[in-house]
């Protein structure tokens, strides 16, 4: 499929790890910063935010100027590898206040994401691991690469997926939830549309173009009358993400200072198992 955009845009802005373009009636957020694997940070989590608030502001002006849809993308071979470890790890030493702050940004952002007032659609390939499950269930549609694979991986450095937990159980259901985020195992694309986390599977070379054409399709629907269709879903369900916000932002906070925590992520660093896990008879 030719790719419906590439004569049509009409500018870009960059705001660090991350850059803004508008393609007409559809904007596109695009996390750049491949050497790094598209991991989140403090500043990407804040620039993040500020950029969808001001996005969702520009829903009340022109119908002109404001978005009909957002396409959510990342440059390199994998859409995000979730948090970064470096910044975790230093979080790990920081006090109690500071990491529940902290956390309450990536609750913000998730619910910002979560409640635009128009359609958002991800892009997933390569590796989609513990935050960016987040990002992923936040948004109404999804297409992934097949080569795309996903993990909520955070019990495996001792830590919780807590802030993203309401929009995975939202996306997956709470039996399947309890399967992947406690045994933190690798899943393909397949299994992510049977999960429904996914909803589209295209081949590599196609999942550009294939996801701006989706996106497009939705800019052509009335504006007023998807925004009022995802207030009224999002009224169906009662906003699980806000009742729990000060449940999951608490949790974070609390695990991610504690020992197992730190330990997890120093081993990571050092390469080596961490002291919890059993050694089995058929490891070498």
């Given at each position: 499929m030719s790719d419906p955009l590439t004569s049509s845009a009409l500018g870009s802005s960059t705001q660090g790890p991350f850059r803004l373009e508008r393609h007409g009636p559809l904007a596109e957020l695009v996390l750049s910063r491949p050497a790094r694997h598209n991991a989140f940070d403090a500043d990407l989590m804040l620039g993040l935010l500020d950029c969808l608030d001001d996005?969702?502001?520009?829903?009340?002006?022109?119908?002109?100027?404001?978005?009909?849809?957002?396409?959510?993308?990342?440059?390199?071979?994998?859409f995000c590898a979730g948090a970064d470890l470096n910044w975790m790890r230093n979080l790990a030493h920081a006090d109690f206040e500071h990491n529940r702050e902290d956390a309450r940004v990536l609750a913000r952002l998730m619910q910002t994401l979560d409640e635009l007032p128009?359609?958002?659609v991800a892009l997933v390939q390569g590796a989609a691991y513990g935050g960016a499950l987040g990002l992923i269930c936040a948004c109404d549609l999804v297409l992934a690469s097949d080569d795309a694979r996903f993990c909520l991986s955070e019990v495996s450095l001792g830590l919780v997926p807590a802030v993203i937990s309401p929009y995975v159980v939202r996306t997956m259901g709470m039996r399947q939830a309890r399967r992947y985020m406690l045994s933190a195992e690798p899943f393909d694309a397949i299994t992510a549309c049977r999960l429904n986390v996914a909803h589209q599977l295209c081949k590599p070379d196609q999942l550009l173009a294939e996801g701006r054409a989706q996106a497009l399709r939705l800019c052509r629907n009335g504006p007023e009358a998807m925004k009022e269709t995802k207030r009224?879903?999002?009224?169906?369900?009662?906003?699980?993400?806000r009742l729990h916000e000060e449940k999951t932002v608490e949790t974070i906070a609390r695990v991610r200072v504690g020992?197992?925590?730190?330990?997890?992520m120093q081993a990571f660093f050092d390469k080596r198992p961490p002291a919890w896990r059993p050694r089995f008879k058929d490891e070498t």
């Open positions: 996005l969702a502001h520009l829903h009340g002006h022109d119908l002109a100027e404001r978005p009909h849809a957002l396409l959510l993308r990342a440059e390199g071979k994998h128009f359609p958002t009224l879903l999002a009224a169906i369900e009662a906003h699980p993400s020992l197992e925590a730190q330990e997890g």
